[in-house]
C-alpha cells in the first residue's frame, strides 16, 4: 500500500497536503512548527521564519494566491504578513488540511531503502531526548522551504572579526527600532535588503546600502498596475531579446536612470536577475537617506572600507546575502544543492531516486504560490501512477539543456540557482503532463519499474556534461 509523506506545512506544503487530499492518496504531513504558515507566521517557534514586523508581499495578493483559492478581493494590493498567514490558515480551513498535519513534528532522516520506498524519521522539534519515530514511505515530498538557513559571505570579508559593532543577519531583523540613531550598514540589494535599508534610514544617523554588483530596482506598480501583474501580461510572451529591453526603456520612462539615485549602471539586464522592488528605498536615495556603496573590502574596529576605496564609520551591519538551500534530514550523499543549484528535473523530480519530489524549490518571477498547486498535481499524477517519467537518462539530459540555458538567460550567483521563467515552466509542466500521460500508457517508453537506485553523487556531474534530450521532454 502506498503513503506518502509531506515535509512542511508551509505554502508548498500545504498545496501538496490539499492536493493529495482531495485525491485521497493516503499521506502525513510533518511540521516542525507547532503551527501552519511556514515563513508567513511571524516568530513562527519553528525558528525558520525571516519575516520582520512591517513586511508586506512584495508582489500582488493575485500573485500570492493558490489558483483553487483567491485572496480576499477587499484586501491590500500588497498584503501584510499578517494577511498572507490568515490566507494559509483559511486555504488548510478549506480544504480541511489540518487532521492531515502533525504539528511539532520535526524529520530529522530521510532515507532511501534497497527494498524501495523511502525510511522516515522524525521528532519533536528541538528535543533530542524525546524518541526518534521512523516510518516507512513509498513517497515523500520535501517542502522545507529555502528561506531559513542565512547565507553569509563565503570567505568572510576581511576584518570581520576586528568589527566591535552590532552584526546580524537579515534573517534575525525584526523592526528598525535597535538601529535608531546609529550608523548602519546593510550588505546585499536583494528585496530585504532594499526594503530593510529603506526602513532603517527613516530613523538611522546613516544608512549605507552595499552591493557588489548593482541590481534594478523595480518600483511596485508599473504603468498603473502592480509590476507583477506584467508576468502574465500578453507582452510577457514575447521573446526575452524583445522584452529585456523592453522592460528596460519601461524603467527608464517610469523610474528614470539609477544615476538619479545615486546608483551604479547595473551591468545585466533587468529580466536577468530577481527583481528587487522598493519603492521606499529609490525615495530614501533620492533624499539622501540612503548611500548606496559598492562591495565591502574590509572591516576594521568601527569602520568599513569598500571596494572604490572609500571608507566610512559604521556601528551596525546587517547582512542581507540571501539564504542556503539545505535539506538537513537528507544525506548530502543522496540530494544536496551546491552553489544553490538542484539536480532536479523540471525542478521537481531527482533522476534516480524513485518517490522522492521537491516542493517550491523553482524561484519564478513576480508570481509564486500559482505554480505550487499544478506542481503537487503533477507529483500526485507520479504517485497514482497516470502520468510516467522518462527515463532517468533523459531527465539528467534534460537538466543539462535547462541548465545550458539557464547560464545564458541569468547571472550566475548563487541567489539565481532555482530561478525560472514561469511562463517558459508552465508550458514545459503542461508538456511533460502530455508526454507523461502517453509514457504511463506505453506509448513512450517509461523507465525501468522497481526500488530507487542509491544515488551515485557522480550523477550530478554526468548531467552536467549530457547533452540533448528527448523531443517530447520538457524544458524550464
Ligand atoms: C523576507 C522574505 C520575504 C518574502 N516575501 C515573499 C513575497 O512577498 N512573496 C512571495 O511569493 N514569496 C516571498 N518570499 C519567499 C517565501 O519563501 C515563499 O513565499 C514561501 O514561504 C515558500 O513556501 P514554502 O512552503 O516552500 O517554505 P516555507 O514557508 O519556508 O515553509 C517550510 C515549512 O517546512 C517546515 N520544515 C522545514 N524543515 C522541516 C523538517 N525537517 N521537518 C518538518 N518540517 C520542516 C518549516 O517549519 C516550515 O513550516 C519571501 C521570503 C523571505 C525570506
Known sequence: MRRTCVIGAGPSGLAASKVLAARKVPFDCFEAGSQLGGLWRYGNDNGMSGVYASLHANISKESMSFSSLAMPEDGPVFPHHSKVLAYLEDYATTFDLHRHIAFGAEVTSVRPLDEGGWEVVHRR????????????????VVANGHHWDPRLPDPAIPGTETFEGSAVHSHDYRSPEPYAGRRVLVIGMGNSGCEIAAEISRTAERTYLSARSPAHVFPKMLLGRPADHLVRSPPAALPRFIKGPAMALLLRLTRGAPAHYGLAEPAHGPLAAHPSTSDELLVQLARGAVTPKPGVSLFGRDTATFTDGSRESVDAVVYATGYSISFPFLSPSVFAAPSGRTELYLRTVPP?????????????????????????????????????????????????????????????????????????????????????????????????????????????????????????????
Open 125 to 140: 522539534r528541538g528535543d533530542a531526548s524525546t524518541q526518534a519515530v521512523p516510518r516507512c514511505y513509498t513517497d515523500v
Open 352 to 476: 534516480r531516486l524513485a518517490g522522492l519530489y521537491f516542493m517550491g524549490l523553482a524561484q519564478p518571477s513576480g508570481v509564486a504560490f500559482p505554480l505550487l498547486e499544478p506542481q503537487a498535481e503533477w507529483i500526485a499524477d507520479l504517485i497514482e501512477g497516470t502520468v510516467a517519467l522518462p527515463t532517468p537518462e533523459e531527465m539528467a539530459r534534460a537538466i543539462a539543456r535547462e541548465r545550458r540555458h539557464h547560464a545564458r538567460t541569468y547571472v550566475p550567483t548563487y541567489r539565481h540557482g532555482i530561478e525560472i521563467d514561469v511562463r517558459a515552466y508552465g508550458k514545459a509542466l503542461r508538456r511533460e503532463l502530455r508526454a507523461g500521460r502517453r509514457r504511463a500508457r506505453g506509448a513512450l517508453p517509461a523507465p525501468p519499474a522497481g526500488p530507487p537506485p542509491p544515488r551515485n553523487p557522480a550523477d550530478a556531474q554526468s548531467a552536467e556534461a549530457l547533452h540533448g534530450a528527448g523531443s517530447e521532454l520538457g524544458s524550464t
